[in-house]
């Protein structure tokens, strides 16, 4: 199962967000997805985990996915991912400032019956806010 968890993040990576198809979101979350990454505010599961990817798309509107590292191991995926992108968009009340930034993270999901039903994430928001000039670096 683990190399079936790894093709499940590729296509993920490759269609969900760099090539902005949203059908790659439904085929790697189950619509009974506890999504634990979500900020406040958002809707739970599926649609909250929709809403936050429109967030960062429309303010990132290049942004690019790499997956940097996948591990698998029973019903787990650990997948350690870099992006960058430009800030044309407004980011959560930050006007767009046109700066390139670069981040990086963590997401692990758990599956059931080929989808994940679970996801935990953390990425470099601090980094984020301080390339967008937002923090003092």
């Known amino acids: ?11 993920l990576i490759e269609k969900g967000f ?19 990454a979500l900020p406040p505010d958002m809707p739970d599961g599926l649609a909250g985990r929709k809403m936050f990817y429109n967030v960062f798309l429309a303010a990132f509107p ?6 940097e590292d996948t591990f ?7 997948m350690r991912w870099s ?3 430009t800030h044309n968009g407004e980011l959560m009340g930050i006007p767009p400032t046109g700066k390139k930034v670069s981040i990086g993270g ?14 935990w994430e953390q990425f470099d928001q601090m980094g984020l806010m301080q390339q967008l000039g937002v923090i003092p670096a």
């Open 62 to 67: 290049d942004i690019h996915v790499h997956i």
């Open 72 to 78: 698998a191991e029973g019903d787990k995926l650990v």
């Open 83 to 85: 992006a960058h992108g």
């Open 1 to 11: 199962m683990s190399e079936q968890y790894k093709t499940a993040a590729k296509n």
């Open 106 to 119: 963590i997401a692990i999901d758990r599956f059931e019956s080929g989808r994940s039903v679970e996801h």
């Open 18 to 36: 760099n090539r902005k198809d949203m059908a790659a979101f439904d085929a790697f979350f189950s619509s009974k997805l506890v999504d634990h």
